[in-house]
C-alpha cells in the first residue's frame, strides 16, 4: 500500500493519495482543486486514480473533488450523513457509517464522526495485502494532532444560530464512541496542520496514533472522567476567529465548485495592454511583492497579495470574486511564478486572471502613505484599526486602536467611517499591508503604521525608558 500525503502550507491543508500497488488503483482524499499533483503523483507510480472522496464540506478551502474526477473519470464519493440541511448538491456516491469501498486490495470503511460539521465521515483503512485489521484512519477535521475540530465554524461562517454546543456535544459522543474504540496502533493522519484556523491548538506533527492522543491529547482526561461540560467548555473557550470568505466556501463546496478544467498558460501582458485595462477599471492589479517592496511603490489601486505561502489566504482577504468579477494581472518573474500564484488562488475560488506583467514599468504608480510610531499621537484620523487577531489585541495593543480582523474587514465595511483617514496596524506590517490595499482599493483613504505594533511597542518602550531617567 502507498500513502502519500500532500501538504498546502499555505492553508495547513493536507490531502492524501492512498494507492495498491499491486493492482495500480489510487483514491484521493480531500484534494484542493489545484489538481497538477495527484496527476503527477499517480502516473510517478503507475497508478490511475478510481475514487476521489472527502471527509466533510470543506469551510477553508474549496474541494478539488469534482475537478479530479472530471480529468481522471474517477467515482465521487461524498457524505450522506448529517440530514437534509448538509446533503451534497452534486452527484456521486453517497457514503453513511460502516459503508466500505476498495480499492485494489484496499478497503476504506466511512465512519461518523460529527462535531466539526454535522456530516463528518473519518475514513479507516485496511491493506489487505498485509492485514485483514485497520491501520491507519484519515481523519479529516474531527481529530489532529493534539486537538480537534473546531464545532463553531457553522456559527461563525454558515450562518447558524449556536450550533457550538451541539457539534461540541457530537464531537464528545464521537470521541467515545468512535475514535477511543480504535486499536491504540491505528495510525492517525489529519486533515490540517499548524496554522489552520479549523482549530485552535493544531501540533505540526503530521501524525499521530489513537493510544498518543489518548494519552497526551487536551481532551484526554476530560473522556476518561466522562466530563462532557468540562470538554465543552474548553473545546469552546478561546476558539480564533473565522475568516468571512469561509462562508463562500461553505456555500460552494455544497453545492460544488465550477469545474476550471485545463488551464491554458497564463500570457505575460504588455505595458500598454495592462495600462489600458486599469486605466477603465475592468482589471485588478495584484503587486505580489513582500510589503517592505510595495512601500517603495507600486501600481494605483493595487491589492498587495504576497507570493508565498500566504497567497491563498490573503487573497481571500483582499478579493471576493462573488460581488467582484473582475479579472486579475499579477506581478511575476515570469510565467511559472504567475502559475504558481494563480494556483494558490482558484484554491479559495478565485479564478479569473487575464495574465501577469513582469515590471511596473509602464503603469500608472502610487505609493503608499505611511506613518511612523512618534508622528501617531498628533494625527488626525478618524480610526486606528488594528487588523489583527482579537487575541493579540487583548494581549497589547495602541490605545484607542479599535480590532477588526484582516480576514473580516472586507464584509464589515459598514463598520467603518466613510470619510476621513483611517491608520491601521498589524504586528509587523505584512497583514497590514493586504489590509490597507484593500480599503484603498475600495475607496477609503488609509496610512499604514510603519512597522505596525511591533515598531510602536519598540518606540514605547524607549519613550517609558527616558521618562524614567
Known sequence: MLIERIYDEDLAQASYLIGCQSKGEAVVIDPRRDIAVYLSLAATNGMKIVAVTETHIHADYLSGTRELAAATGATICVSGEGGDDWQYGFDGER???????????????????????????????????????????????????????????????????????????????SLRDKFLTLPDYVQVHPGHGAGSACGKALGAIPSSTVGYERLY?????????????????????????????????????????????????????????????????????????????????????????????STASFGAWAIDPERDSRPLVLLAADQEQA????????????????????????????????????????????????????????????????QLNGGRVLWNLDQLPGTGTIVSYCQSGVRNSVVASTLRREGYDVVELDGSYAAWAAWQTSVDAVSTL
Do not use: C
Open 339 to 402: 502559475h504558481e500564484i494563480w494556483d494558490h488562488l482558484v484554491r479559495v475560488g478565485i479564478d479569473k486572471v487575464n495574465g501577469y506583467v513582469t515590471s511596473l514599468e509602464g503603469l500608472p504608480a502610487s505609493t503608499p502613505r505611511l506613518i511612523q510610531p512618534e508622528e501617531l499621537k498628533g494625527f488626525d484620523a478618524v480610526l486606528l484599526l488594528d487588523v489583527r487577531a482579537r487575541t493579540e489585541h487583548a494581549a497589547g495593543h495602541i490605545p484607542g486602536s479599535r
Open 95 to 173: 457514503l453513511h457509517d460502516g459503508d466500505k469501498f476498495t480499492i485494489g486490495n484496499i478497503s476504506l470503511q466511512a465512519l461518523h464522526t460529527p462535531g466539526h460539521t454535522p456530516e463528518h465521515l473519518s475514513f479507516l483503512v485496511t491493506d489487505g495485502a498485509f492485514s485483514d485489521q485497520p491501520g491507519y484512519l484519515l481523519s479529516g477535521d474531527f481529530v489532529f494532532s493534539g486537538d480537534l475540530g473546531r464545532p463553531d465554524l457553522l456559527d461563525e461562517a454558515a450562518g447558524g444560530v449556536d450550533t457550538r454546543f451541539e457539534g461540541a456535544k457530537q464531537l464528545f459522543a
Open 217 to 309: 491529547a487536551w481532551w484526554g482526561p476530560y473522556l476518561t472522567a466522562d466530563d462532557e461540560q468540562g470538554f465543552i467548555d474548553e473545546l469552546l473557550d478561546g476558539q480564533p476567529e473565522a475568516h468571512a470568505y469561509f462562508g463562500r466556501m461553505k456555500r460552494q463546496n455544497r453545492q460544488g465548485p465550477a469545474i476550471m478544467g485545463e488551464r491554458a498558460p497564463l500570457a505575460e501582458l504588455d505595458p500598454e495592454t495592462a495600462a489600458a485595462g486599469l486605466a477603465a477599471d475592468a482589471v485588478t492589479f495584484v503587486d505580489t511583492r513582500p510589503s517592505t517592496e510595495v512601500h517603495k511603490g507600486t501600481v494605483a489601486g493595487a491589492l498587495n497579495i504576497p507570493a508565498g505561502r
